[in-house]
C-alpha cells in the first residue's frame, strides 16, 4: 500500500488535515509546538465515482476501492537534521513513505502560534526543504566515505554508486528537492532509489488556507504555486477546518457545502488525486457479481505486472487479459453486450494497461 507522509512546521494544520483524511478523531490537535509526538497513521479510500456505477451495473453491494496510508508526523522546526525538536524521529518517520504531503500555512490567524512567530510559507518550505537536505547530507557523505575506497580498488558498482554520491552531495548542497529525473540517467537512479534520500521523494504543498481564499487563493498561495513550478511538485489549495467540517457531513449535505463555497470537490479529493499524478499511478478495476475491485499499478504497467498485483500466482501463470474499457462497459451495460458489439478484446503480455480498463484475467498455475 502506498504511504504517504503529512509533515509540515508546528500549527500549520496537519493533524487537523488528517483528521479529516480518516474521518477519524485519533489524530490529536491542539494550539502548541510538538502536539503530535508518535505518528499517527490512517488508511483513506481513494475516491473514484466509477466504483458505485459499476457495482450497480454488476448486481453487486460489494465495493473494494483502492487505498492510501496516509502517516501525520510530527512538526519539523530549524535544526531538526541536528536534533532539534523531535528532530531525529521526524527524519526517520519520513524516510519510509513513498510521498510527502508538506502542509504550509497561508492564512492570517491572530489566535494561532506561528512557530516563527510570522506566515511566510516560502520560508517554512524552505525551513523543512533544509533540514531534510541537510540529514540526507550527512547520509550521503557517511556512505561516499565506505564506497570511495572500493571505487578506487576498481569495483564498477562502487564507482557507479561514487559518482553518484559526488553529484548528489552537490545537488543537496543546495538546500531543496531533487527531480531524480532530471539530473540522473537510468542507472544512476537506480542507485538513488536505494538510498532513500528524503530529498528526492514527490512532493505535494498543501497550501492551507481560510474558507474565504478556499476558491481563489490568496498571495501567500500564489507564491507557494510559483516556487511549486520551478521544483517540479504539485500545489492544491486545502482548507485543513473545512475539510474536517465536510467529514461530518454526509455525501449530498457536503456537495452542498462546497457548492456555497464556490468550489467542485473537496480539498481532500483534490489531493488525493494529486498523489496518484506525481506518483505516475493509475486504477484498473476487476467487475463482477460477487466484487467490484480497483487495483493501483504503475503507468506503463504491462498486463502480467497488473495481474500480479492480484496475485503472484497470475503473474506467473499469465496466458492473456480480456479487456473492457470502462466508457463502453457503462455504454452497453454488461459483458455479453460488450463481446457482441466487438468492444471487449483480448490482450498479450505486452499490453500497456490504461486507466479504467475493466480487466479479467486467464492464466494457468
Known sequence: MLRTGIV??????????FNALTSAKNAQSANYPFCTIE??????????????????????????????EFVDIAGLVKGASKGEGLGNQFLHNIREVDAIIQVVRCFDDPN?????????PLD???????????????????RQARISKQAKGGDKAAVLEDGVLKKLTELLSEGTFINVKEHFNEDEIAVVKQLNLMSTKPVIYAANVSEYDLK??????????????KHNAEVVLISAKIEEELAELGE????????????????????????????????????????????????????PQAAGVIHTDF???????EITPYEDFVKYGSYAACKEKGVTRLEGKDYVVQDGDLVHFRFAV
Open 112 to 120: 494561532t502560534i506561528h512557530v516563527s512567530g510570522k506566515v511566510d
Open 124 to 142: 517554512d518550505i524552505e525551513t523543512i526543504n533544509t533540514e531534510l537536505a541537510l540529514a540526507d547530507l550527512a547520509s550521503v557523505e557517511k
Open 39 to 68: 505518528p499517527n497513521v490512517g488508511v483513506v479510500n481513494v475516491p473514484d465515482e466509477r466504483l458505485s456505477i459499476l457495482a450497480k451495473l454488476c448486481k453487486t453491494d460489494v465495493i473494494i476501492p483502492t487505498a492510501i
Open 8 to 17: 509540515g512546521l508546528p500549527n500549520v494544520g496537519k493533524s487537523t488535515l
Open 252 to 303: 449530498e449535505e457536503a456537495k452542498e457545502y462546497l457548492k456555497e463555497l464556490g468550489v467542485e470537490d473537496s480539498g481532500i479529493n483534490r489531493m488525493i488525486k494529486s498523489v496518484y499524478k506525481l506518483l505516475n499511478l493509475l486504477t484498473f478495476i476487476t467487475a463482477g457479481e460477487k466484487e467490484v475491485h480497483a487495483w493501483t499499478v504503475p503507468s506503463g504497467a504491462k498486463a
Open 315 to 321: 503473474e506467473k501463470g499469465f496466458i492473456r487479459a
Open 216 to 229: 481563489d487563493g490568496n498571495d501567500y498561495t500564489a507564491k507557494v504555486k510559483e516556487y511549486a513550478s
